[in-house]
């Protein structure tokens, strides 16, 4: 996996200027965001499966009076940042769900 179309160009033996030729063929196009889609897919999958346990963890460490005030504070803020920012996406979701609906 590339992080840059250079590097995808690269590693596929081809320029930069080829791909960008390629990029401009409908069928080629549908087929790398398609690409790009699963790969984001798999990589949100992937955080969700390990969210549970990171809150757990972060909550463990606000818990913990053996813990220092320094660890215990950035977790607090870590799950207040996270925990508000999960609430604006569902109520964001949630408007455009039901403007959907209309």
Same mark, same amino acid.
């Given at each position: ?9 690269? +590693? &596929? !033996?081809? !320029? ?11 069928? @080629? ?5 398609? +690409? ?5 897919? !798999?990589?949100?999958? %992937?955080?969700?499966?390990?969210? *549970? ?9 606000? &818990? ?7 660890? %215990?504070?950035? &977790?607090?803020? *870590?799950?207040?940042?996270? !925990?508000?920012? @999960?609430?604006? @996406?569902?109520?964001? $979701?949630?408007? $455009?769900?039901?403007?959907? +609906?209309?």
């Amino acid at each position: 996996m590339s992080r840059t179309r250079a590097e995808a160009a690269k +590693a &596929a !033996g081809i !320029g930069e200027s080829t791909l960008r030729e390629y990029m401009k063929d409908p069928e @080629f196009s549908a087929a790398y965001k398609h +690409a790009a889609a699963c790969i984001m897919d !798999g990589a949100t999958r %992937q955080l969700q499966q390990n969210l *549970t346990a990171a809150i757990d963890r972060l909550a463990q460490i606000v &818990a913990d009076d053996e813990e220092n005030s320094m660890a %215990q504070i950035s &977790a607090a803020k *870590t799950l207040l940042d996270y !925990g508000l920012r @999960f609430t604006e @996406f569902n109520d964001i $979701l949630k408007i $455009l769900e039901e403007n959907n +609906a209309l």
